[in-house]
């Protein structure tokens, strides 16, 4: 059991050492991309209350675009049905925020950041983009994306208030270990067969 845990707590520092340089916090310092690949996450958390990864990550990615610092956004995320849609779900939260329509893209096979990473390149045809998300989930994808061909850098959207989803967290650390696992043993072919989705 402590081998197990020493395992996974250096898959993390790995992850979060080797991608640090890359992730923004200054949108001064940040880069411009013409694409920004916007990670998704439920709009509503338990019993219908608003879910602050969803709303931060929505204004930064909102931000960015008016700013000038990307041109284009890939709304990456999972459809399990009509009635959860997450790419969906952010481009309506965009369009109030003011967001183009033409500007956006929908990619409903972004099932986990690792789909959302490859098809970014295999299906959309990026080799440079802006990842945006919060900082811990940056990291993850940043290491994806250096190990996939991808040439991105991240923008950290705003971060919740301590202790607001440490069940979010502990996913999060657990995932990195899987995430070099995806890399190195298992490369899962990411859904790139299921096409791009229109604008809509």
């Given at each position: 059991m402590f081998s197990v845990v020493v395992l996974i707590?250096?898959?993390?520092?790995?992850v979060v050492d080797t991608?640090?340089?890359?992730?923004?916090?200054d949108i001064n310092t940040l880069p411009?991309?013409?694409?920004?690949?916007v990670l998704g996450t439920s709009k509503y958390v338990a019993r219908g209350k608003e879910n602050l990864f969803?709303?931060?990550?929505?204004?930064?990615?909102?931000?960015?675009?008016?700013?000038g610092k990307v041109k284009y956004l890939i709304l990456s995320g999972n459809k399990e049905a009509e009635t959860y849609d997450e790419p969906k779900a952010m481009k309506q939260a965009l369009t109030k925020?003011?967001?183009?329509?033409?500007?956006?893209?929908?990619?409903?096979?972004?099932?986990?950041?690792?789909?959302?990473?490859?098809?970014?390149?295999?299906?959309?045809g990026q080799e440079r983009v802006t990842v945006i998300s919060q900082n811990f989930h940056n990291a993850r994808a940043l290491y994806l994306a250096d190990h996939e061909g991808l040439n991105a850098v991240g923008f950290a959207a705003q971060d919740v208030p301590n202790g607001y989803?440490?069940?979010?967290?502990?996913?999060?650390?657990?995932?990195?270990?899987?995430?070099?696992l995806d890399v190195?043993?298992?490369?899962?072919e990411a859904g790139v067969r299921e096409g791009a989705s229109q604008k809509e």
């Open positions: 707590l250096l898959c993390n520092w790995i991608t640090r340089s890359k992730v923004f916090f411009s991309n013409d694409v920004g690949l969803f709303r931060y990550r929505m204004e930064a990615s909102a931000r960015l675009f008016k700013e925020l003011g967001v183009p329509e033409d500007a956006m893209l929908l990619d409903t096979a972004g099932y986990r950041t690792y789909d959302s990473v490859i098809r970014c390149r295999e299906v959309y989803s440490i069940k979010t967290l502990i996913r999060e650390y657990l995932a990195r270990p899987k995430a070099m190195y043993i298992l490369k899962p």
